[in-house]
């Protein structure tokens, strides 16, 4: 979903939850498996969805 962009900032906001600004697609709450919170990579991504309320 976010392949074609880059993170400027991210926010974690819980164990599992981030905050992730990115370059041409805006904000997005992005969910992750908290056993693999760590782990640089797309594996353990669990949901990405829009966050509208957010600006920056």
């Given amino acids: 979903v976010l392949k074609d962009t880059f993170i400027?900032?991210?926010l974690q906001l819980d164990g599992?939850?981030?905050l992730v600004a990115t370059e041409k697609h805006g904000m997005y709450s992005v969910k992750v498996d908290k056993v693999?919170?760590?782990k640089n990579d797309g594996?353990?991504?669990q949901a990405i969805s829009k966050?509208?309320?957010y600006e920056f």
């Fill in 8 to 10: 400027v900032s991210s």
């Fill in 51 to 53: 966050a509208e309320e």
């Fill in 36 to 38: 693999n919170v760590n």
């Fill in 16 to 18: 599992e939850t981030f």
């Fill in 43 to 45: 594996t353990n991504v």
